[in-house]
């Protein structure tokens, strides 16, 4: 089963990934960290998109392109993945369209208000990249025994403009998905969230292995 999260950054779509990632045994995709895992690594890749990121500009949805379309040609896709962070605009949802079709499409719903509260609280695990929100979870340790972390561009400036940038070119994409589309709120905790979606996809799954 292909499925794709969308959702405004900090509303949860890596979190909830993982927790799908888990429980349907897909693997989870997130372009930007591919994105940061070349620039740490210094590849090719990785110096291309630095140079648009450094010159405050979106990596071309070509360059995008090329790297989803290696990553889900590997052999751990054969029976589907979930995709955070792509389709970003509907210029790549229709790019992607002519590769594959996708089989459901999550949207989460959090406001302005919501992101920037949790934003002030988040932290990543430096081992699995697991995030947390200090608001449900206290400790400075991972689950996984990795020290968290915030991220340099965890801040109120950055995480307004990325919002208004979602709400101009990735709103777009979810009448793009209409059809495969279902949205569900994501101002709980990551557990409470989760639970209505994992009942929604397990009935589409059912739907999915019937067809095949």
């Not at 995709?29 to 070349?38: K, L, M, P, V």
């Not at 500009?57 to 955070?84: F, H, Q, S, W």
């Not at 059912?206 to 067809?211: A, I, N, R, T, V």
């Amino acid at each position: 089963m292909k499925i794709i999260l969308v959702g405004p950054p900090a509303s949860g779509k890596g979190t909830l990934a993982k927790f799908l990632s888990q429980d349907f045994k897909l693997p989870h995709i997130s372009t930007g960290e591919i994105f940061r895992e070349n620039i740490k690594n210094n590849t090719e890749l990785g110096k291309k998109v630095k140079s648009y990121l450094d010159s405050a500009v979106l990596v071309p949805d070509e360059i995008t392109m090329e790297v989803v379309k290696k990553r889900i040609a590997e052999k751990d896709c054969v029976n589907g993945y979930i995709l955070d962070g792509f389709p970003r605009n509907t210029q790549q949802a229709k790019l992607f369209d002519k590769i594959v079709k996708a089989d459901v499409a999550v949207h989460l719903d959090v406001g302005l208000k919501e992101i920037e509260d949790r934003i002030l609280g988040r932290k990543n695990c430096s081992v699995c990249g697991r995030i947390y929100n200090t608001r449900f979870y206290k400790s400075d340790t991972c689950e996984c025994g990795g020290k968290l972390f915030v991220r340099n561009d965890d801040n109120i400036d950055t995480i307004r403009k990325r919002y208004y940038a979602y709400e101009k070119e990735t709103v777009p994409i979810i009448s793009h998905y209409k059809s495969i589309l279902k949205s569900f709120s994501g101002k709980d905790s990551p557990e409470t969230t989760y639970q209505p979606i994992k009942e929604f996809l397990l009935k589409e799954a059912k739907k999915f292995d019937s067809k095949n």
